[in-house]
């Protein structure tokens, strides 16, 4: 069984930051690519970032680049996603995801998923 257990997520004012992590058990967290998506009501599910198994190596939505950086930590069996100078349409609930083989922007290659933490960005 694969778990998936995102935190981090808040209330913070538009120009602020937070940190989300995703902590994997269950499987063998350093041979998975990674991604973060997230999903406002009423929108279909968006990709925010992905990150090769070896780190290094980072994928961006045109909406976030130059403002999130995914990262991972494999010793840890984490991911994480620092987010700054956060807008209100940054406003959704956020997911991470893995998949075997290489990474990507496609929400439907991921076979696991976690249950979301929410962000919310007041202006």
């Known amino acids: 069984q694969v778990q998936l257990v995102e935190s981090g997520g808040g209330l913070v004012q538009a120009g602020g930051s937070l940190r989300l992590s995703c902590a994997a058990s269950?499987?063998?967290?350093?041979?998975?690519?990674m991604g973060w998506f997230r999903q406002a009501p009423g929108k279909e599910r968006e990709f925010v970032a992905a990150?090769?198994?070896?780190?290094?190596?980072?994928i961006y939505a045109t909406t976030v680049k130059g403002r999130f950086t995914i990262s991972r930590d494999n010793a840890k069996n984490t991911v994480y996603l620092q987010m700054i100078s956060l807008k209100p349409e940054d406003t959704a609930d956020y997911y991470c995801?893995?998949?075997?083989?290489?990474?990507?922007?496609?929400?439907?290659?991921?076979?696991?998923w976690g249950q979301g933490t929410q962000v919310t960005v007041s202006s």
């Open positions: 995801a893995a998949k075997a083989g290489y990474y990507s922007a496609d929400a439907s290659l991921y076979a696991y």
């Open positions: 269950g499987r063998t967290f350093s041979n998975d690519a």
């Open positions: 990150i090769r198994s070896s780190g290094g190596s980072q």
